[in-house]
């Protein structure tokens, strides 16, 4: 049976309740083809197989792993940060619990959600996604939804009763994001519609919170982190620009705010390097602000290599080559970000 076809007008009406068989009509490809398709669907990423496949691959493939490393990366940052980690069974077992309930279960849950209420505008501009294909029904995606914010909201309280916080604040970041997650993703806000807002929300919230609930979690989160952390974020919107390039054509049919829709798609890749350079530019003048001036050279070093990629890559063509951009320039921009971390947990 092939995929339902993309519905015309309100696909959230028409989207199937009983999980259908996804094309399989389709020739089976070169084996190192598939080999990559089925990489891909097990990363969450464009290209994905869309043949049928195991519901748990299905339902992993919509908590797009790849999008999980960034958190993990942030609570690896707030540990260092906190400057009391240390490498002992103990504390690498708890970070690990903290980087399981940011990355598998809150990012996932907000990768789902995301996807449940973006299942219209997927329709357009990538149908062969799990909801629009039709792999996954809806109320199983639901059931998902469920698990992975309740699990995550658990894992942090668990979290915040090791750590023997008098106010729980991992709970409170945990319930916090995931609040964050469910206005960036559902009407009647959908923070995405807007790019400034629905941008910075997920910069910051990839940045400063997994960054925040590290630290809480081996250190004390005090305002100096929460601001240095949140003018981070700034480069976190810029890299959030790049992901609406790939876009553009149904963001404008649906009316999302996008950066490339509103300014054109020249004026938002600048605005978007800009961004990512001069933000990274101001955390390395207050790691020399506080002394750490080796760090701060590093972090400077550390931006170099992004520019030569925007050059070359991502200010040529935006559209062409915002994913190889993307895989080239952001190591470079998350080392720097664990600089930062070392950085401040020096000082500490
Ligand atoms: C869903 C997100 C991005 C995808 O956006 P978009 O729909 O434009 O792109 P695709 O077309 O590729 O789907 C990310 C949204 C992030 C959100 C605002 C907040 C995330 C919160 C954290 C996961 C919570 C972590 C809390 C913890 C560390 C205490």
Redesign the pocket.
Known sequence: MSNPPAPESNPIDTAPDKAQPTDNTRPPGKPEENRSAKTRQMLGMKGADVRETSIWKIRLQLM?PI?WIP?IW??VCGAAASGNYEWKLEHLLIAAA?ML??GPL??G???T???FY?RD??AI??PYRPIPSGAISVPQVVTQIWVLLLG?IGV?YALDLWAGHEFPT?TA??I???F??Y???APPLK??KNGWL?NY??G???IA??W??GQALFGELNTTIIVVTLVYSMAGLGI?IV??F??VEGDEQLGLK?LPVMFGVTTAAWICVLTIDLFQFAIAGYLMSIHQNLYAAILILLVIPQITFQDMYFLRDPLENDVKYQASAQPFLVIGMLVTALAIGHAV
Do not use: R
Request: aromatic share 8%.
């Open positions: 797009k999008t958190l942030g609570v903290c309930m940011s809150l990012a849950y907000t990768q959600i995301n996807d973006d505008l997927d501009n990538e995550g942090a991992i970041l945990a916090g994001g995931s964050l997650s206005i960036y993703s923070l995405k629905g929300a997920l910051s919230s990839y919170l997994p925040w609930a959030a992901n609406d790939k876009s996008s």
